[in-house]
């Protein structure tokens, strides 16, 4: 076991969350109040999860009732990131996209089984990557047609259509929201080792098997990654996902 699960982890825990939030407020960066309540909302969702994961796992219909909440919680997370209109909803098409695919080409091979302690981590492990991609691809492509907006608007005098002079200008940054999961795959074992290779070392497999399961991860999440961030570039080329103040 990594961690012991006693009153000591609980002190370094509240002392780490208080140094983040002290570091935030000092420097003024705008988000002491929400990172002191992303402590403590995922303090109490983990506590809640680890309970309900223990009950779910035995049955297939609270199963998939579990994980489609593990969806719509993420989409309603991007949606609300990217825009706080009535649009945000369009975000569960990219994160299905990019995430849907996967789990059936690992179901339908059998490399995943159908089981709750089999299939919970590797959705969320998903799922989390596309909502990353989403969040990021999302709010920087709507930055940048805000910043550049004489530029769309140019691209029009040009005779482009609508969708080809948003997609002009908030391609590039769009793209950016790739890094990330780029750099941890290029620096994966030298740089860091990723939870899902310290996992498995701690749960008893040999380096070799940690090695194949933590590759398989990055790969998937390279794939599920770019899918989803092309989705979220060409609704929000289209004009489906928007900050303006009103829309469906």
Do not use: K, Y
Request: charge should be positive.
């Amino acid at each position: 076991m990594l961690l012991p699960v006693n009153p000591t982890l609980g002190i370094v825990l509240a002392v780490l969350l208080v140094a983040a939030v002290a570091a935030a407020a000092l420097a003024r960066l705008g988000h002491a109040r929400a990172i002191a309540l992303a402590g403590l909302r995922a303090a109490a969702q983990l506590a809640a999860v680890s309970s309900l994961i223990g009950w779910v796992v035995h049955a297939l219909p609270w199963l998939l009732c579990f994980l489609v909440l593990m969806f719509a919680v993420a989409v309603r997370t991007a949606g609300r990131r990217i825009t706080a209109n009535r649009t945000w909803w369009w975000a569960a098409v990219p994160i299905a996209a990019g995430v849907l695919p996967v789990v059936w080409v690992l179901l339908l091979t059998g490399l995943v089984p159908p089981r709750g302690l089999n299939l919970i981590p590797v959705v969320g492990i998903l799922i989390g990557g596309a909502l990353t991609a989403t969040v990021l691809g999302g709010r920087r492509a709507l930055d940048e047609l805000q910043s550049r907006h004489g530029e769309f608007e140019a691209g029009l005098a040009l005779g482009l259509l609508e969708r080809e002079a948003r997609m002009e200008v908030a391609r590039p940054a769009a793209s950016d929201a790739l890094l990330p999961g780029l750099d941890q795959t290029r620096t994966v074992g030298l740089v860091t080792l990723p939870g899902a290779f310290v996992g498995m070392l701690l749960g008893g497999a040999s380096p070799v098997q940690a090695g194949a399961v933590q590759l398989f991860v990055l790969v998937a999440l390279l794939a599920v990654q770019a899918v989803s961030c092309a989705v979220v570039l060409e609704l929000i080329a289209r004009g489906l996902l928007h900050r303006a103040p009103t829309g469906g």
